[in-house]
């Protein structure tokens, strides 16, 4: 049984969300709260090595199938060695990313069988869902060019069509749809700066009604 808090930020490609989670941390560890930030594929030595092979795009073979094995493998050491202990002693875990992008990506953008990616998931995460996942909304279009314009190498799925990332952004709309209790939808379009305000105003009334060190 957990007793810290796990937050997860989601959201597409160019929706800013790498950096608002960096300054998301910085807020809540000015703050004082014992926290735990990490990322998605990735968090452990395993899940950073599975990570490269993920978005490497000299792998343009790999077969969808592949491609939600690996994510779940790095998904499953990341659970068990860093994420789970962090909440059992009692921190808040801040994660970029968590299997929500994998129903978007693969599920929605792939169009894989969600049943069964979440037959898959839930034995990689045994049973750890969020308390709260934060998703930046963008269009595409303007993710995409955001992308671009950052000088950034673009990975294996930033370079796919618009019609994929189209399908990712709709898939976030309907899981947060499904499940309103859990997810809190931030418009993403405007500058950082007021998106950050927005997610610190929205965090501080969760985190007063619901975590206490």
Same mark, same amino acid.
């Given at each position: 049984?957990?007793?810290?808090?796990?937050?997860?930020?989601? #959201?597409?490609?160019?929706?800013?969300?790498?950096?608002?989670?960096?300054?998301?941390?910085? %807020?809540?560890?000015?703050?004082?709260?014992?926290?735990?930030? !990490?990322?998605?594929?990735?968090?452990?030595? =395993? #899940?950073?090595? *599975?990570?490269?092979? $993920?978005?490497? /795009?000299?792998?343009?073979?790999?077969?969808?199938?592949?491609?939600?094995?690996?994510? +779940?493998? &790095?998904?499953?050491?990341?659970?068990?060695?860093?994420?789970?202990?962090?909440?059992?002693?009692?921190? =808040?875990?801040? /994660?970029?990313?968590?299997?929500?992008? !994998?129903?978007?990506?693969?599920?929605?953008?792939?169009? $894989?069988?969600?049943? &069964? $990616?979440?037959?898959?998931?839930?034995?990689?995460?045994?049973?750890? *869902?969020?308390?709260?996942?934060?998703?930046?909304?963008?269009?595409?279009?303007?993710?995409?060019?955001?992308?671009?314009? +950052?000088?950034?190498?673009?990975?294996?799925?930033?370079? @796919?069509?618009?019609?994929?990332?189209?399908?990712?952004?709709? #898939?976030?709309?309907?899981? &947060?749809? &499904? @499940?309103?209790?859990? %997810?809190? =939808?931030?418009?993403?379009?405007?500058?950082?700066?007021?998106?950050?305000?927005?997610?610190?105003?929205?965090?501080?009334?969760?985190? !007063?009604?619901?975590?206490?060190?």
């Amino acid at each position: 049984m957990t007793t810290g808090l796990f937050i997860t930020l989601e #959201g597409p490609d160019g929706s800013g969300k790498t950096t608002q989670a960096h300054l998301l941390a910085e %807020w809540l560890a000015a703050q004082r709260y014992p926290l735990l930030t !990490t990322r998605e594929p990735g968090g452990t030595r =395993i #899940g950073e090595a *599975i990570r490269e092979v $993920l978005h490497d /795009c000299a792998h343009t073979e790999m077969a969808p199938q592949a491609e939600i094995l690996l994510y +779940s493998a &790095a998904r499953a050491q990341h659970v068990a060695e860093v994420i789970r202990p962090a909440l059992a002693a009692g921190k =808040i875990v801040l /994660c970029d990313r968590y299997f929500d992008s !994998t129903y978007a990506y693969q599920g929605y953008g792939r169009a $894989l069988p969600l049943e &069964a $990616l979440r037959a898959i998931t839930s034995f990689a995460v045994q049973g750890l *869902i969020p308390d709260l996942t934060l998703y930046l909304d963008v269009s595409p279009e303007v993710g995409l060019q955001r992308r671009a314009r +950052s000088g950034e190498a673009l990975n294996r799925l930033d370079r @796919e069509a618009l019609e994929f990332h189209k399908r990712v952004r709709a #898939g976030y709309l309907e899981l &947060a749809a &499904a @499940e309103p209790s859990r %997810w809190r =939808i931030i418009d993403a379009n405007r500058p950082p700066e007021d998106v950050q305000q927005a997610l610190h105003t929205l965090l501080a009334a969760y985190l !007063t009604a619901n975590f206490h060190a």
